[in-house]
T-cell receptor
Framework: GAVVSQHPSRVICKSGTSVKIECRSL??????MFWYRQFPKQSLMLMAT?????????EQGVEKDKFLINHASLTLSTLTVTSAHPEDSSFYIC????????????????FGPGTRLTVL | AQSVTQLDSQVPVFEEAPVELRCNYS??????LFWYVQYPNQGLQLLLK??????LVESINGFEAEFNKSQTSFHLRKPSVHISDTAEYFC?????????????FGGGTRVLVKP
């Protein structure tokens, strides 16, 4: 099946610094990538949807200036957590989807392994 | 909008015993349904999905789920669990006929298989 990687797998940073997380589709072209965050023992919450070459669409309540998303190519999307604070500590998971959704077609999302962010 | 409810947050079960994880959803439109499994500190893996056709779907490792439209449910079952089935299981839905194909997840059910 399709493979999605994330880098880094784990990052610890000081409060106030910015952290960039990469999401790559290794063997397919991802027209759409999704970013989720997951707090301990909780479910995944969609943060934003990014389409290659266009601005990301953020879910309600997600600060677009704090969580910068760039989807510059069909195989790479990045999430930058700017001026990170301890409350931003979480497990961030991306997923990638090929093709165009809609109609009766379903294009599967393939998930990355996640990045655990700890802000001290 | 869609919502997904997983009624059990934790399910302890003995090895080789059956297990059922309950999932109910709410949606004003038709949806696709999914079960994902997450092992500790890992991303999600698709376990099985219902897109159309037969309401009973099976995975390669012995899990099955049945779509019940009248009860808006998609319960997951396995007749005999292994230690390796210890994981978190998420039920999810995605609206049909929607450009985004966004997934809405339930709260998750943690399965702990005991020897």
């Amino acid at each position: 099946g399709a493979v999605v990687s994330q880098h880094p797998s784990r990052v610890i940073c000081k409060s106030g610094t910015s952290v960039k997380i990469e999401c790559r589709s290794l063997d397919f072209q991802a027209t759409t990538m999704f970013w989720y965050r997951q707090f301990p023992k909780q479910s995944l919450m969609l943060m934003a949807t990014s389409n290659e070459g266009s601005k990301a669409t953020y879910e309600q309540g997600v600060e677009k200036d704090k969580f910068l998303i760039n989807h510059a190519s069909l195989t790479l999307s990045t999430l930058t957590v700017t001026s990170a604070h301890p409350e931003d500590s979480s497990f961030y998971i991306c997923s990638a989807r090929a093709g165009v959704a809609g109609g009766n077609a379903y294009n599967e999302q393939f998930f990355g392994p996640g990045t655990r962010l700890t802000v001290l | 909008a869609q919502s997904v409810t997983q009624l059990d947050s934790q399910v302890p079960v003995f090895e080789e015993a059956p297990v059922e994880l309950r999932c109910n959803y709410s949606s004003s439109v038709s949806v696709y349904l999914f079960w994902y499994v997450q092992y500790p500190n890992q991303g999600l893996q698709l376990l099985l999905k219902y897109l159309s056709g037969s309401t009973l779907v099976e995975s390669i490792n012995g899990f099955e789920a049945e779509f019940n439209k009248s009860q808006t449910s998609f319960h997951l079952r396995k007749p005999s669990v292994h230690i390796s089935d210890t994981a978190e299981y998420f039920c999810a839905v995605s609206p049909k006929m929607a450009a985004g194909n966004k997934l809405t997840f339930g709260g998750g059910t943690r399965v702990l298989v005991k020897p």
